[in-house]
């Protein structure tokens, strides 16, 4: 596999040997950090014992200097690193942050209006964290040490930033990807009537625009205009940008449908009703069937997919469930979305089948061969083990020789009930 360095280091592949052309990443040079961290990607345990590195120096590389870099990259140690917090927030963020807990709010403004959103990200979780540090009384951690140290905070301050956070609905949540203000629309949503969208069983989706009413709703619960204003949040002229098209993914996506089709259909929407394709993250053009846009759609698709819908929406998603849950609790949520999300399917057996460790390209091919793999009632489905184990997919057989061992009593022999 020829690759950038940006896949090996995102993907867990289990690699005997790597060849290393360039000591560059992108358009700038590697680090002690970045060296070493690549060279470990060698090596799986699971696979091998131990892995080999190869540096090659090509013809284009043939001055002394470039010798001489991977010889230091060779022979350096990894220097001693700093946290985020020290390197990534100037003194007037610390200070804002501080100033912001001293009034007793947790909405902190931006630092500046370029402020990036990974930036600005930062700066607010570290207030949570330290306001939680606070009012949890825990002065050796990390955080508070670093804001006490570096004379952001004196006595009177943190008394007044633990008063403040010291009532029941106020005070500093574990969980740092919300806060108390997001947590009480949330709750005044749920009290309000709100649920999920209902499934139909025969498409398995939901419909449009009950989906994207429902995550309207969620934007302002959580205030996604503020803080997630680059995805989730992103507001032009009146409206959510994105939701329209995260609506599309997110239906797509727990319906239990592959990536291909996933993107297949995604184009489609955008040609049918000429929606805005999202351009190198700065503008909009309207869909054009070019294969530039295909291609913009793909990449922002998948984006979308990994960061939007399985990190941020299902955080979100979980929060909803447990509040749902926390406001009824003599109901079953059947129609839980965080799980359905999770697991990229609303299907029962698959949903048992991904829980028990198969990867979710393996439990939509054994769903979808059901005949030949499952016996039994869908809430309690039993595998046949040999069957899989002779499964022409590759990919069902190796999961199937590890899942026999860890989870037994999933899988009967021919012939049993």
């Known amino acids: ?47 091998n014992l131990y892995g080999n590195v190869f540096v090659v120096r090509l013809k284009s590389q043939d001055n002394d200097s470039d010798l001489q870099k991977y010889e230091e990259l060779l022979s350096s140690d990894v220097p001693p690193q700093k946290l985020s917090i020290e390197t990534e927030l100037n003194s007037n963020q610390k200070q804002l942050i501080v100033d912001t807990l001293c009034s007793g709010e947790v909405e902190i403004p931006r630092s500046k209006k370029d402020q990036s959103d990974d930036n600005y990200d930062l700066m607010r979780k570290t207030m949570l964290i330290l306001a939680g540090d606070i009012a949890h009384g825990r002065r050796n951690a990390r955080v508070f040490r670093e804001f006490l140290a570096g004379g952001y905070l004196n006595q009177q301050q943190i008394t007044l930033i633990k008063e403040n956070f010291s009532a029941p609905d106020k005070i500093p949540d574990d969980d740092i990807n919300v806060s108390y203000d997001q947590l009480e629309g949330l709750r005044k949503l749920v009290r309000s009537g709100a649920c999920y969208p209902k499934i139909d069983k025969e498409s398995r989706e939901a419909n449009y625009y009950e989906t994207r009413d429902f995550l309207i709703a969620l934007a302002k619960a959580f205030k996604w205009r503020s803080y997630e204003r680059g995805t989730l949040g992103a507001f032009k002229d009146g409206e959510y940008t994105k939701l329209n098209w995260y609506s599309v993914l997110l239906n797509k996506w727990i319906s239990g449908h592959g990536l291909n089709y996933i993107m297949t259909e995604t184009i489609k929407d955008y040609d049918k009703y000429k929606r805005k394709v999202w351009i190198n993250n700065h503008e909009w053009e309207t869909y054009d069937r070019s294969r530039r846009h295909d291609n913009f759609i ?21 929060r909803f469930s447990e509040e749902w849950k926390n406001q009824h609790p003599d109901e079953d949520l059947t129609n839980d ?15 048992i089948l991904q829980r028990s460790g198969y990867k979710r390209e393996s439990a939509y091919y054994i769903r979808q061969h059901a005949d030949k793999y499952i016996r039994g009632p869908a809430d309690n489905p039993k595998l046949l083990l040999k069957a899989l184990l002779e499964s022409p997919n590759e990919l069902v057989r190796i999961d199937t020789e590890e899942i026999r061992y860890n989870v037994p009593e999933l899988f009967i022999e021919d012939g049993e009930i």
């Not at 060849?19 to 358009?27: A, H, N, R, V």
């Not at 793909?298 to 979980?318: C, G, H, M, Q, T």
């Not at 979305?337 to 949903?351: A, M, Q």
């Open 1 to 47: 596999m020829f690759c950038t360095s940006t896949l090996l280091e995102g993907v867990n592949l289990p690699a005997e040997n790597l060849f290393i052309t360039s000591y560059k990443k992108g358009l700038s040079k590697f680090s002690e950090v970045d060296f070493k961290n690549l060279m470990g990607r060698v090596g799986r345990a699971k696979y």
């Open 298 to 318: 793909i990449a922002n698709s998948l984006e979308a997919i990994e960061d939007v819908l399985l990190f941020r929406l299902s955080n979100y998603f979980l």
């Open 337 to 351: 979305w965080h799980e359905f999300i999770e697991y990229g399917t609303s299907n029962k057996i698959r949903i």
